[in-house]
């Protein structure tokens, strides 16, 4: 919900390249590497394999927070913070399918009645209906705040809380009609947004779900931090380590680059949107939800990999966020945030 109420730039296949680039060819390209590798250097079952690249290619929109888009109504575009903003808040709900194909595989294999009934039930509709209803609940949302809230004076500028009860509504309403309600849940910020664009509302909710973001953040980074000396990597191994510096670096790198070829993005901004694809807990929870619904047969191996690889990301794109989005900063020219 944060990450959709942050961003100013209206909709259109034009002004979303970038995102819609990174969440379909980067996404099924870093997916693709994830399998070969697991099977071939991890030595994983198809279905492991494939598990590990749906969970490994959301990217957070709140552990991304330094190389994010600001608050509500900046005057200057900077298209490395929208590509990496866009990217993060859509492919936790786009990724979701992959982890759905993973489940398929373990429990049914991949026969051409479960292909089928993946790609009409959790890949289409799921998609389709989710991206619907995140706007309805947002357009409904935009019209009790800005239309019937204000005639009658109820509206309060302190009023953060509605993001919450917005999140949790549009994600459970949209999970009752099985759609995807990280998609819903962004989708609805998003249309929230570009309701009344100018209003101060839009800077309070910003400001209010910016705070709880990163209270929680900190809540599940302690969690995480117990994990990892609880032993969650004692199955680490020097493979699964090449592997993470190898996804790191090179997969998600290339992958992303490849996909914005054809764009004018400047190299530089290509080079730092290909990097900071930084990983986070959306991993964690695909994980635990995919172990839920199927057996693996490898779960330690997994939840060693990918604990290896958040803690990797958040240090490696920890030390160098900073330093690489100052540079963008002073270098790149600064353009309008395109209507």
Same mark, same amino acid.
């Given at each position: 919900?944060?990450?959709?109420? !942050?961003?100013? *730039? ?7 390249? #970038? ?32 598990? &590990?690249?749906? @969970? ?22 900077? +298209? ?18 992959? =982890?759905?194909?993973? $489940? ?22 799921? $998609? ?5 209803? /995140?706007?309805?609940?947002?357009? &409904? ?7 019937? %809230? ?5 509206? !309060?500028? =302190? ?15 949209? +999970? ?8 819903? @849940? ?6 929230? *947004?570009?309701?009344?664009? =100018? ?13 709880? +973001? *990163? ?39 290339? %992958? ?23 990983? /986070? ?13 199927? #057996?693996?047969?490898?779960? #330690?191996?997994?939840?060693? $990999? @990918? ?5 990797? #990301? ?7 966020? =900073? ?10 020219? !600064? +353009?309008?945030?395109?209507?």
């Amino acid at each position: 919900m944060g990450t959709g109420i !942050k961003i100013d *730039r209206s909709f259109s296949f034009r002004n979303w390249s #970038s995102p819609l680039r990174l969440i379909s060819i980067a996404m099924l390209l870093c997916i693709a590497a994830c399998v070969l590798m697991g099977i071939l250097v991890l030595n994983l079952a198809l279905p492991a394999a494939l598990l &590990l690249g749906a @969970v490994l290619v959301p990217t957070d929109p709140v552990l991304a927070s330094d190389v994010q888009v600001g608050p509500p109504n900046e005057k200057y575009k900077s +298209e490395t913070r929208f590509a990496l903003t866009s990217e993060a808040g859509l492919n936790d709900g786009f990724a979701f399918p992959f =982890t759905w194909l993973a $489940i398929l595989a373990a429990t049914m294999g991949l026969q051409s009645e479960s292909i089928i009934h993946w790609l009409g039930y959790h890949l289409l509709y799921k $998609i389709a209906a989710g991206i619907f209803l /995140g706007w309805l609940w947002g357009k &409904l949302a935009a019209y009790l705040i800005f239309n019937f %809230s204000e005639k009658h004076k109820l509206l !309060k500028p =302190t009023d953060g809380f509605l993001a919450i009860s917005l999140t949790l509504c549009t994600y459970g309403l949209t +999970e009752l009609l099985h759609a995807y309600g990280f998609i819903a @849940v962004f989708i609805a910020g998003l249309t929230l *947004r570009h309701a009344e664009k =100018t209003h101060d509302y839009h800077k309070e909710l910003h400001l209010f779900t910016d705070q709880i +973001e *990163r209270l929680l953040l900190g809540v599940l980074l302690i969690f995480f931090g117990g994990a990892l000396v609880s032993g969650i990597l004692k199955p680490l191994t020097f493979e699964m380590g090449i592997f993470a510096f190898a996804f790191l670096l090179v997969v998600r790198p290339l %992958s992303a680059y490849l996909s914005l070829l054809g764009t004018e993005i400047h190299w530089k901004e290509k080079l730092a949107i290909s990097f900071f694809g930084i990983r /986070g807990m959306g991993s964690v929870y695909y994980l635990a939800f995919a172990f839920g619904h199927a #057996s693996f047969g490898s779960e #330690s191996q997994l939840w060693a $990999i @990918v604990a290896f690889t958040l803690m990797l #990301s958040i240090v490696l794109h920890g030390l160098t966020a =900073t330093s690489v989005m100052k540079h963008l900063k002073i270098n790149m020219p !600064k +353009e309008p945030v395109p209507e």
